[in-house]
């Protein structure tokens, strides 16, 4: 291997501080080229990993109650005959809907649960089995939590019931989320409790969670759910995932054009760049020839001077992108995204380091940009020195 010719390197760097003007520009568009990129790939990453986490600790299979169309409460106690079909491990009732704190333009998931049930869903079998909930208390998300504190309630919260009155629920305390999407905006208190909040009968509740032992049997145990009760709406999983990997890839659709732009951008400034060298630029490689400078160490300072841009332009990309993503939460890509969340709670991107990003990134920039420049450098070092002079 052979070693780093530090003479041309040196040679490299004071190419550079001639030209600052031309190389400081083409830094600074690389970098934002690169940050727009990397901010769009980080985005994505995040919000995938959040979709894949959420989805992944729902139960295998949901059903609803319908009536003249639209979903309605289900009597839990349909939950045994569920239960003796062959193949169900676990039927869960779940009690859960949105609130709309008007005041603060927010909007809450309110979730009951049952400390002697079995809880399909990590965060709230945390919850279930480290917590203790009577009829007048809750806990809440960071998220819910920083909302109610900008209108005053640090210890309590006034709930507007169907009828008008006014139920208070006292802020035992918050709890820390499995993930952002599932439970920044989520209020968790006791079933009963919420029952009163949603004016729920005693034996109503909004779904059934059913749990499968087989995952392969899952279809058949869909279908007899079905064939028992052909009124109901029953949904898998995997339709659910299906579903919101629509939603993300229509989204993802503007993120493609804002791509396929900023690459046109990016090879636009390569086709510039390799149309051809200044004529200062030929007459020192002309002169650099005349002392006795071969092809080789030619082409070799001009990779060292590009690469150094290139790098640099990389590095200091990525980490812009990485502070707007991850310190500022990326406001104008974010909402490209999940503005069908409109929970008005802050939502905070978590970092997912993923070095596929970044060795893409690597990629479509560094080796590309070196390929376009040192095309013309070797044109014209391959010429006689005393014809690139004249």
């Given at each position: 291997?052979?070693?780093?010719?530090?003479?041309?390197?040196?040679?490299?760097?004071?190419?550079?501080?001639?030209?600052?003007?031309?190389?400081?520009?083409?830094?600074?568009?690389?970098?934002?080229?690169?940050?727009?990129?990397?901010?769009?790939?980080?985005?994505?990453?995040?919000?995938?990993?959040?979709?894949?986490?959420?989805?992944?600790?729902?139960?295998?299979?949901?059903?609803?109650?319908?009536?003249?169309?639209?979903?309605?409460?289900?009597?839990?106690?349909?939950?045994?005959?569920?239960?003796?079909?062959?193949?169900?491990?676990?039927?869960?009732?779940?009690?859960?809907?949105?609130?709309?704190?008007?005041?603060?333009?927010?909007?809450?998931?309110?979730?009951?649960?049952?400390?002697?049930?079995?809880?399909?869903?990590?965060?709230?079998?945390?919850?279930?089995?480290?917590?203790?909930?009577?009829?007048?208390?809750?806990?809440?998300?960071?998220?819910?939590?920083?909302?109610l504190a900008k209108s005053y309630y640090?210890?309590?919260?006034?709930?507007?019931?169907?009828?008008?009155?006014?139920?208070?629920?006292?802020?035992?305390?918050?709890?820390?989320?499995?993930?952002?999407?599932?439970?920044?905006?989520?209020?968790?208190?006791?079933?009963?409790?919420?029952?009163?909040?949603?004016?729920?009968?005693?034996?109503?509740?909004?779904?059934?969670?059913?749990?499968?032992?087989?995952?392969?049997?899952?279809?058949?145990?869909?279908?007899?759910?079905?064939?028992?009760?052909?009124?109901?709406?029953?949904?898998?999983?995997?339709?659910?995932?299906?579903?919101?990997?629509?939603?993300?890839?229509?989204?993802?659709?503007?993120?493609?054009?804002?791509?396929?732009?900023?690459?046109?951008?990016?090879?636009?400034?390569?086709?510039?760049?390799?149309?051809?060298?200044?004529?200062?630029?030929?007459?020192?490689?002309?002169?650099?020839?005349?002392?006795?400078?071969?092809?080789?160490?030619?082409?070799?300072?001009?990779?060292?001077?590009?690469?150094?841009?290139?790098?640099?332009?990389?590095?200091?990309?990525?980490?812009?992108?990485?502070?707007?993503?991850?310190?500022?939460?990326?406001?104008?890509?974010?909402?490209?995204?999940?503005?069908?969340?409109?929970s008005g709670v802050d939502f905070r991107?978590?970092?997912?380091?993923?070095?596929?990003?970044?060795?893409?990134?690597?990629?479509?920039?560094?080796?590309?940009?070196?390929?376009?420049?040192?095309?013309?450098?070797?044109?014209?070092?391959?010429?006689?020195?005393?014809?690139?002079?004249?």
């Open positions: 291997m052979k070693r780093i010719n530090f003479h041309l390197l040196e040679y490299a760097l004071n190419y550079i501080l001639r030209y600052k003007s031309k190389n400081i520009f083409i830094t600074v568009v690389l970098t934002l080229l690169i940050a727009l990129l990397a901010s769009f790939f980080f985005v994505q990453n995040s919000l995938k990993f959040e979709f894949e986490s959420t989805l992944d600790a729902q139960a295998q299979i949901i059903v609803t109650n319908q009536k003249a169309g639209r979903d309605t409460t289900i009597d839990e106690n349909i939950a045994d005959t569920i239960l003796n079909i062959k193949g169900v491990g676990n039927v869960v009732s779940r009690v859960w809907g949105y609130y709309d704190f008007k005041h603060m333009h927010a909007r809450f998931i309110l979730v009951g649960i049952d400390e002697f049930e079995n809880q399909y869903n990590p965060t709230l079998a945390d919850i279930a089995q480290n917590s203790e909930l009577n009829a007048s208390t809750m806990l809440v998300g960071e998220g819910v939590k920083k909302i640090l210890d309590y919260f006034n709930f507007i019931l169907p009828d008008l009155t006014v139920k208070k629920i006292y802020i035992a305390g918050t709890f820390k989320p499995a993930t952002q999407l599932e439970s920044n905006d989520m209020i968790v208190m006791n079933k009963e409790t919420l029952r009163s909040i949603f004016a729920y009968k005693s034996d109503e509740a909004t779904d059934l969670a059913v749990l499968v032992d087989n995952p392969i049997e899952v279809a058949s145990v869909m279908l007899k759910i079905q064939n028992l009760f052909p009124t109901f709406k029953v949904v898998a999983r995997e339709d659910l995932k299906m579903n919101l990997q629509s939603r993300f890839n229509y989204k993802s659709s503007i993120f493609l054009i804002l791509f396929t732009i900023s690459l046109f951008t990016f090879f636009m400034i390569v086709y510039d760049k390799s149309s051809g060298l200044s004529s200062e630029e030929k007459k020192e490689i002309g002169i650099l020839k005349a002392i006795g400078w071969r092809v080789e160490d030619v082409l070799k300072a001009r990779l060292y001077e590009n690469f150094i841009i290139s790098f640099f332009s990389y590095i200091f990309g990525i980490i812009l992108a990485l502070f707007y993503v991850y310190i500022l939460n990326a406001p104008i890509i974010t909402n490209m995204f999940v503005t069908y969340n409109d991107l978590p970092f997912v380091f993923n070095y596929e990003i970044f060795l893409l990134l690597f990629l479509l920039t560094i080796p590309v940009y070196l390929f376009a420049t040192i095309i013309p450098a070797w044109r014209v070092a391959t010429l006689d020195a005393d014809e690139v002079i004249r």
